[in-house]
């Protein structure tokens, strides 16, 4: 069974970092695209960042030069380093395989002002 497990979310002040974890059962994990998600109460999931497998990614608007996402094949396990938090990055954060049915459970983040 696709397992996708997110971890690494919690409360933090404003201005502060935080770094998710995507636990990937997947065997093929390292031919397939990854992506972060978000979703606000009261709004629309949105993209976060995506990476390819081979490396190349991508970012909202709203979190380039803040958000870093990255990947460890060997570890299945894909990263969003979250810096600078702002309280409008409040959400729940989904851990996703591109182009899949493939959803992680969500962690929380919350960022306080």
């Known amino acids: 069974q696709v397992q996708l497990v997110e971890s690494g979310g919690g409360l933090v002040q404003a201005g502060g970092s935080l770094r998710l974890s995507c636990a990937a059962s997947l065997y093929i994990f390292s031919i397939k695209d990854m992506g972060w998600y978000r979703q606000a109460p009261g709004k629309q999931r949105e993209l976060v960042a995506t990476?390819?497998?081979?490396?190349?990614?991508n970012y909202a608007d709203s979190v380039k030069g803040r958000f870093t996402i990255s990947r460890d094949n060997a570890k299945k396990t894909v990263y969003l380093q979250m810096n600078s938090l702002k309280p409008e990055d409040t959400a729940v954060y989904y851990c996703?395989?591109?182009?899949?049915?493939?959803w992680g459970q969500g962690t929380q983040v919350t960022v306080s002002s």
């Open positions: 990476i390819t497998s081979g490396g190349n990614t």
């Open positions: 996703h395989t591109e182009g899949s049915g493939w």
